[in-house]
């Protein structure tokens, strides 16, 4: 708990220094214009395997929701941010997170060296909106990915499904700590541009490159929007430094007013990296398809079919032993239906059923020993926010 009250004296902190000395009217003017939000989510996850003991991992090739049998607080975060809509404004964003599921991942796959930890700083940036045309929205900290189509939840953006696709989870990384840039050529095209430290999230650069990525986003009709999105870099592994380079599309098709289908494609590789043989380049690869229906003002459908190919056993990190050989790599595939109930306009309350296959044995039985080629669960999940 003490680094939640650090991070939060170090936003009010950073909230002065944009100003520079001013005085207490000038201070108070400043704190108006600063948004305070929340969000909070809780959840059941049920594994129809019934593995023995209810521990985190159990449901396997799950991100948020690994532990299997067994209530969690996910989430809760606090976020302050000052907005820059105007050429010439400066602001920040600060949004700190406890829970025992986001955070924990989320510094994992920052490459934080304790994954215990229950708090963590999702995103930490100061911007700038540059005066250079009809503005350069610049961000520089720690900031979510601009990679996938599932995001983060949080109080201002959350997804369809309660569980996270493999796209999610092992195609892509989770943050960026670096600075980006933005720049709108109209209401239908913007571009953005980052320099990162490390092209997998990590919170610290581990060798002499930097990462780069790049983002085009196209409006091409009311019911057509394309965002094209890339990132690439050199990554250290011990002695040995690595690139990897990851390219994603995101596909957003209005088929009615209320029916929205949603495509997601994605492709990385890594050189040195795979499991299979020594030295050789790994890539993995999947798609996904969201679809969601609104059926009235409180209720809708969320449907979610994919498929992700890791056959380097790179992203998965599969290394079971079954008849006698190991089984490195695996093609995964799930399908995801999940019904929304919408109680008001700050909590809703959702239930999902899930099946996930496997081409290798890569989920626990009810013994705990990784002997399933498949994999059913349940879950039930609220959440808050404002």
């Known amino acids: 708990m003490g680094k939640i009250f650090k991070s939060l004296a170090l936003a009010v902190v950073c909230i002065f220094l944009l100003k520079g000395p001013a005085s207490a009217e000038d201070a108070l003017e400043l704190i108006k214009d600063i948004e305070v939000h929340g969000f909070a989510a809780t959840s059941y996850s049920y594994n129809l395997h019934n593995p023995a003991t209810p521990t985190d991992g159990n449901s396997q090739n799950r991100v948020y929701d690994r532990a299997a049998n067994s209530f969690q607080f996910d989430n809760g975060e606090l976020v302050l941010v000052k907005e820059t809509p105007k050429v010439g404004d400066i602001g920040f964003r600060t949004d700190l997170n406890f829970g025992s599921s986001y955070p924990y991942m989320n510094a994992s796959n920052g490459g934080a060296a304790d994954k215990t930890n229950d708090f963590d700083v999702q995103q930490g940036y100061v911007s700038y909106n540059a005066p250079i045309g009809s503005g350069l929205q610049i961000d520089m900290g720690k900031f979510t990915t601009h990679i996938g189509a599932e995001l983060i939840d949080g109080h201002d953006v959350w997804n369809y499904n309660h569980s996270r696709s493999y796209l999610f989870g092992f195609a892509n990384p989770f943050v960026h700590p670096g600075v980006r840039a933005g720049f709108s050529f109209s209401d239908d095209l913007s571009v953005m541009g980052m320099v990162a430290n490390d092209p997998l999230g ?28 890339w990132a690439g870099g050199n990554t250290a592994d011990g002695n ?24 997601n494609i994605d492709y990385a590789n890594q050189e040195g990296s795979s499991n299979y043989v020594s030295g050789d380049d790994a890539e993995w690869w999947g798609a996904s398809g969201i679809l969601r229906h609104d059926c009235s003002d409180w209720f809708s459908m969320n449907f979610r079919a994919e498929f992700f190919s890791d056959m380097h056993g790179t992203r998965t990190s599969l290394n079971t032993t079954f008849g006698g050989s190991k089984d490195r790599g695996q093609k995964l595939f799930s399908f995801t239906v999940t019904p929304e109930f919408r109680i008001n306009q700050n909590m809703l309350f959702r239930v999902e059923y899930r099946h996930d296959d496997s081409t290798a044995m890569a989920f626990m039985d009810q013994n705990n020993n990784q002997l399933n080629s498949s994999q059913d669960t349940i879950a039930a999940q609220a959440l808050f926010h404002f």
């Open 202 to 229: 990590k919170e610290v650069d581990n060798n002499k490159g930097k990462a780069l990525g790049a983002q085009i986003a196209y409006t091409v009709s009311d019911n057509l929007s394309i965002v094209l999105n």
């Open 240 to 263: 040995a430094v690595q690139h990897s380079n990851f390219w994603d599309s995101v596909i957003d098709i209005g088929l009615t007013d209320k029916t929205l289908l949603q495509l």
